[in-house]
């Protein structure tokens, strides 16, 4: 099961959105092993496609650099697809390559850049095998200053 | 004093899970046959047969102190000790 806060998931959709009719993508990334999906890290779609999507090679070394330095992992990889409904492509499954990692896929096919439901849903995919899971949505915790 | 290699999760079960692994060569190409040597196996997911001859595979990517090989000359790209290497599977797909 993923759970991903409020505040999270819209940030996820506003990005998808933003993008459509290109594919958006990116990370939340969390402390190692903890499967806390909790830094939301919006990526460039280096590809600028609606059909394809790839981190830019400079920006990934600079992520997971980071990441490493913060002891985290990308516990979800995001993307979107914008004509399709969202269910990993054949490509998706063949380049998913973080076995501990939610693959999210949102699919901005109703309604594009405008506002109205999306489709939201998240997976594992190891090794070829994909095993849809659950999404909850936590309200954000107000910050105390 | 040798050649640092991160090692991303995916392929971390062809060196007993460590994160980071040494090796030795004077070019990119002649590190990962040194690689192999110790991990078998493990050269298969860095390159591929393409047209005859081997090239790193399409999304796999590959630095050299923070610089992408593909721009340094690819599996000639030449090393010294010291150096950092570190291997990253694209974030891809369709």
């Known amino acids: ?145 | 004093m040798a050649i640092e290699v991160r090692i991303p999760t995916i392929l971390r079960t062809y060196t007993d899970g460590a994160k980071s692994v040494e090796g030795t060569g004077g070019s990119l190409s002649e590190l990962i046959d040194d690689l192999e040597g110790n991990h078998p196996g493990i050269k298969g997911r860095l390159v591929e047969d393409k047209d005859g001859s081997v090239d790193l595979r399409r999304f796999v990517n590959v630095y050299v102190n923070d610089e992408d090989v593909r721009f340094i000359g690819g599996l000639e790209a030449p090393l010294s000790d010291g150096d950092q290497v570190v291997v990253l599977p694209a974030v891809a797909g369709g």
């Open chain 1, 1 to 145: 099961m993923l759970t991903l806060a409020q505040e999270t998931y819209d940030a996820i959709v506003a990005h998808a959105k933003r993008d459509h009719p290109d594919e958006a993508c990116g990370v939340v990334a969390g402390p190692e092993g903890s499967d806390r999906a909790e830094r939301f890290v919006p990526m460039v779609n280096a590809a600028g496609s609606p059909t394809f999507y790839e981190f830019d090679s400079t920006e990934l070394l600079a992520l997971y650099k980071d990441m490493d330095a913060r002891d985290e992992e990308p516990v979800v990889v995001y993307h979107s697809h914008t004509a399709t409904e969202a269910y990993p492509s054949r490509t998706d499954i063949g380049l998913a390559s973080e076995p501990n990692a939610h693959y999210v896929l949102v699919s901005t096919r109703d309604h594009g850049n405008s506002p109205g439901p999306v489709e939201f849903r998240s997976y594992r995919i190891i090794d070829g095998a994909v095993t849809e899971e659950e999404v909850t949505i936590t309200p954000t915790e107000k910050s105390t200053p």
